[in-house]
């Protein structure tokens, strides 16, 4: 894909909102805009957002889940990035689910519903999702901050179900988790390019952009 002069939508967390980095310009969305001469790059961002929506629903941002803000997105992107899951691993009520599902309140399901709505919005547009990154509690049998008596299971599970319900679909995925070139629980790459663990620095934007840059312009 030629990416000069797109038009593109990104639909995230506090990753693609930017949080840690020094400056709204260092962001992975900013970057891509300079290094790729994007029309646009509109950052849909939320720090805290989930994809599955939650059974306890509270007046926060935080439960405003990727599917309710998809309809806050303009329209003639020609391209939507969805990037999110490390916060459904990491806390909340709603369980994993299977395949199956078709709910709005388990990650499968919320998966569906979100795909199949992207589909019908922005029927002229690219619609690619990226998996979560490597964090310092990936492999956890335990997310941050899930309730007692939610389901827990580790965060590959949920890379897993990004990538089987995107190929339900025939919708790309950039596997981060197992490509993205940054790690959470690698003290040393920890150090350079993650300092909290889950979010990239400036130096791990730099990586991020990259990796997204080139995936995009393979489609």
């Known amino acids: 894909m030629e990416?000069?002069?797109k038009k593109i939508n990104f639909l995230g967390d506090s990753i693609t909102e930017g949080f840690i980095a020094s400056d709204p310009s260092k962001c992975y969305v900013s970057l891509l805009k300079e290094r790729c001469g994007l029309a646009e790059?509109?950052?849909?961002g939320l720090a805290g957002t989930r994809i599955a929506r939650q059974s306890e629903m509270h007046d926060t941002p935080r439960d405003r889940d990727f599917i309710m803000r998809a309809d806050e997105m303009d329209r003639d992107a020609d391209v939507v990035v969805v990037f999110?899951?490390?916060?459904?691993?990491?806390?909340?009520q709603a369980s994993l689910g299977?395949?199956?599902?078709?709910?709005?309140?388990?990650?499968?399901?919320?998966l569906h519903c979100l795909i199949l709505k992207l589909i019908e919005d922005f029927s002229d547009s690219e619609i690619v999702f990226l998996?979560?990154?490597?964090?310092h509690n990936d492999y956890s049998m335990y997310g941050c901050w899930k309730p007692e008596g939610v389901e827990q299971r580790p965060l590959c599970d949920y890379v897993r179900a990004i990538k089987e319900v995107c190929e339900y679909y025939s919708v790309p995925v950039l596997d981060l988790f197992s490509q993205g070139g940054l790690h959470g629980n690698v003290w040393s790459w920890c150090n350079k390019y993650m300092p909290d663990g889950v979010h990239p620095n400036d130096k791990g934007f730099e990586i991020l952009a990259g990796r997204i840059k080139g995936f995009l312009e393979t489609l």
Do not use: S
Not at 84 to 92: H, I, L, Q, R, S
Not at 98 to 110: H, K, P, Q, S
Not at 131 to 135: D, F, Q, S, V
């Open 3 to 5: 990416l000069k002069g």
């Open 41 to 44: 790059a509109r950052n849909y």
């Open 84 to 92: 999110g899951g490390t916060n459904d691993f990491g806390n909340g």
């Open 98 to 110: 299977t395949i199956n599902d078709r709910t709005e309140y388990t990650f499968y399901g919320a």
């Open 131 to 135: 998996t979560p990154l490597h964090r």
